[in-house]
């Protein structure tokens, strides 16, 4: 309940990023006015004696490097096929000329929506995109002759007939049995039906193997260039030419293996749910999300790396304190915590008194998961002799705690201090909340604030540069977690992989207030702190060692790179560092000591 | 005239009969040796299973521990969460492994006291996991699998 309200204030007050498309709209509608009067027809290629329509560019780009590339390949039938027996009709219309060039030489593909690795139904959600582009005027309209939906390649792809047998998964080998380029000895048994078919004039899709001569080193660097050239699509809400670029993701991402096929299918995915209007995804219960990102501490190290330079600064801040209580916003499975009562344990002096506060939200069947965590660390406390005590909020939203219900000490009492780990830009999508809740640990007094963040810039107003920036850094994660030796069958890489799926997603095809992944860089955040009021405090050698140390211990460790900077440490893989630990303390006013 | 020649027969020294002796030779193998010690007879199984041992084992290379954390409160800790020989088993054993097959590594400057403190904090991640029984029975819980898997050398 409280959610909601908080939801709809938020949504109310958020009215500058609903006004956007439709500004843009009108700005579409003055442009197509101008198209007009020139019959849509591109005027520079109409110089030359070419009709294309403007909208149609991209499209008939990509089509003509499908061309050039079927013919750079030494495959003398079609060359020659072309050349003698084909028909072309109207070649001044370039689009159309170069879809029928294509379709003599490739065969019919299958209908590529059914190969795409998803479970949306995309007919449906077609029709029901195309209904809605009619009604409204502001969407590209487009009413050109032909099909945009027949993908290079699919030429003959008569729309009322069934698809053809599905042909999805248990078909990958076949797609990776794709021709390269060229001087390959690899004979591709497909071959010899394309050429056979490709003589007669198609009328129906009889062949249902997919012939995408396409060599596969290629196809990586297309993958990318259509991804990006679908995020700009969308960027200008161009959704038919995007919905036609997605289907191809999909299929080229069929192309590759590892890190990339899984980089490209969850970016398609986004894409798909931003195309098709499919946001938010269902919200995962809270326990289940804790699932997965134990499965992703155990996988890599940034969550270990994360705990474990919090913790050496947790410790380097109390000292010789008798009392310690930290408040934590991102309790989850409370795993930061055992190394951190461990090293109190062995303090030089004996063990403080232990305070934990957690915050998490709300359980759907109302179990109290916070209790048991604290029940669990109040059982491992026990064993090593610190004298621990548990709290735990339930808070919808960081932005809702206050500060009087936690009970604290006086600062001379006990020793607080404030822990975040990648929550703290959930409250980005609100406005107002960030501050809100700065402003309520400023008045917690602590000694210390420890801060992890994702080292990335996914908080830009322009969805372009946010795909870009987001593209970079999962793909170098998802390197990371093939770096890691693990089986990619094994439970915790299928999971680790949804985690961050999950995240794409949000990054992607989520706007406003639902999309919560706005992952800020260190320098953003610094800047945020510092006008807040809050001092950096720089994480020692100590922090340093460590945190190398654990690296070394993880196969794949020699990719793992620990940076320090100024006084913040990253952890990065090779050259790109993806997760940044900041400490800071109350910065010292008139009057204060 | 008999006993003369048993007495002849009879080995000088058996070790068996000089427990202290044994277990100061024990306090000097390397973790697989004493395991394959242990398998030897009774008496060696109960001298090379016992904690003190591993502790030796665990802290040798830690010429003095430093003044601030004495050995002796270690012990407690450890005891409580399952051991030396668990932690020798679980923890220290890779620790010694993967940062020895890389001597000129960067992080090198740290001491055996800092590689025993993250071996004691990786053991009690794995105790807790271990209570909340989310794997059940598993012999290594996933929080340590990492330091089991195969290191590309």
């Known amino acids: ?188 048994p497909n071959l010899p ?143 930061q915590w055992p190394a951190l009562m461990q090293a109190l344990a062995l303090r030089p002096g004996g063990p403080p008194a232990f305070r934990l506060t957690g915050i998490g939200p709300p359980q759907p069947d109302n179990t109290d998961a916070l209790q048991q965590v604290g029940w669990k660390l109040a059982q491992l406390a026990e064993t090593i002799g610190v004298k621990f005590e548990f709290r735990g909020y339930v808070a919808s939203s960081l932005a809702d705690l206050d500060p009087a219900m936690l009970d604290l000490g006086s600062p001379e009492m006990e020793t607080i201090s404030v822990n975040s780990v990648f929550e703290l830009h959930r409250l980005l ?98 800047s945020r702190m510092g006008s807040s009021g809050f001092d950096p405090v720089h994480l020692g050698s100590n922090a340093f060692k460590q945190a190398s140390m654990l690296l070394a211990l993880f196969s794949g460790g020699d990719g793992y790179r620990v940076e320090e900077n100024n006084g913040c440490l990253m952890l990065g893989w090779h050259t790109r560092p993806l997760i940044a630990t900041s400490a800071w303390q109350l910065a010292p006013t008139v009057g204060n000591q | 005239m008999t006993r003369d020649k048993e007495e002849k027969r009879r080995p000088v020294l058996f070790i068996n009969d000089h427990a202290d002796i044994l277990l100061e030779i024990l306090k000097r193998l390397d973790g697989r040796s004493l395991c394959t010690a242990a398998c030897v007879c009774r008496l060696w199984r109960a001298l090379a299973t016992a904690d003190s041992v591993w502790e030796h084992l665990c802290l040798r290379r830690i010429v003095s521990p430093p003044p601030s954390s004495p050995g002796s409160s270690v012990r407690p800790v450890v005891s409580a969460l399952g051991g030396y020989r668990r932690l020798y088993m679980l923890c220290v054993r890779h620790l010694l492994t993967r940062l020895d097959r890389d001597p000129g590594g960067r992080w090198r400057t740290s001491s055996a006291w800092d590689e025993l403190q993250l071996s004691l904090s990786l053991f009690c991640v794995d105790y807790y996991e271990r209570l909340g029984g989310r794997f059940g029975d598993t012999a290594a819980t996933s929080s340590l699998m990492f330091l089991c898997k195969p290191v590309n050398v």
């Open chain 1, 1 to 188: 309940m409280k959610k909601r309200d908080h939801q709809d204030s938020c949504s109310s007050s958020y009215g500058g990023d609903s006004g956007g498309p439709s500004s843009y709209g009108k700005a579409k509608v003055v442009w197509e006015d101008e198209l007009d009067a020139s019959g849509g027809m591109d005027e520079l290629l109409a110089v030359l004696g070419y009709k294309v329509r403007s909208s149609d560019m991209a499209d008939v780009a990509l089509k003509l490097e499908q061309l050039e590339m079927v013919m750079g390949q030494e495959d003398g039938a079609s060359l020659s096929q072309l050349q003698n027996d084909t028909v072309h009709y109207n070649p001044s219309d370039l689009s159309a000329w170069v879809q029928t060039m294509l379709s003599e030489v490739n065969a019919p593909l299958t209908d590529p929506a059914q190969s795409l690795q998803t479970d949306l139904d995309f007919s449906s959600l077609q029709n029901h995109v195309n209904a809605e582009s009619n009604q409204t005027q502001l969407r590209f309209s487009d009413d050109s002759e032909y099909d945009l939906s027949a993908i290079p390649g699919l030429a003959a792809y008569p729309p009322r007939s069934p698809p053809p047998p599905p042909m999805q998964q248990p078909e990958p080998p076949r797609n990776k049995r794709l021709k390269t380029a060229i001087g390959s000895s690899s004979t591709n």
């Open chain 1, 193 to 335: 039906s394309s050429s056979s078919s490709s003589s007669t004039v198609i009328a129906a899709p009889e062949s249902t193997r997919p012939v995408v001569l396409v060599d596969s080193q290629e196809a990586g660097v297309r993958l990318v260039h259509t991804l990006m050239a679908c995020a700009e699509a969308v960027q200008q809400e161009n959704l038919k030419l995007a919905e036609a670029l997605v289907k191809h993701v999909g299929l080229l991402a069929l192309s590759q293996a590892g890190a990339m096929r899984k980089v490209a299918t969850c970016f398609a995915e986004a894409l798909a749910r931003r195309i098709y209007k499919i946001r938010p995804q269902d919200p995962l219960e809270a326990t289940y999300n804790d699932i997965l990102q134990m499965h992703f501490y155990e996988t890599c190290p940034y969550l270990k790396f994360a705990h474990f330079t919090a913790n050496q600064a947790i410790l380097e801040a109390i000292g010789t304190t008798n009392r310690v209580h930290v408040i934590d916003f991102s309790l989850k499975q409370g795993m």
């Open chain 1, 429 to 526: 999508a609100c406005p107002g909340a960030i501050e809100k809740v700065l402003g309520c640990i400023k008045a917690m007094k602590p000694k210390i604030v420890t801060i992890v963040e994702q080292e990335a810039s996914h908080n830009g107003p322009v969805f372009l540069d946010r795909f870009t920036e987001s593209l970079h850094y999962y793909s170098s994660l998802f390197d990371s977690l093939e770096g890691s030796g693990l089986s990619p069958d094994s439970e915790d890489m299928m999971m680790s992989e949804v985690y961050l799926g999950r995240q794409i997603c949000d990054v992607v095809a989520c706007e406003g207030p639902d999309r919560l992944e706005r992952h800020e860089t260190l320098a953003q955040w610094r």
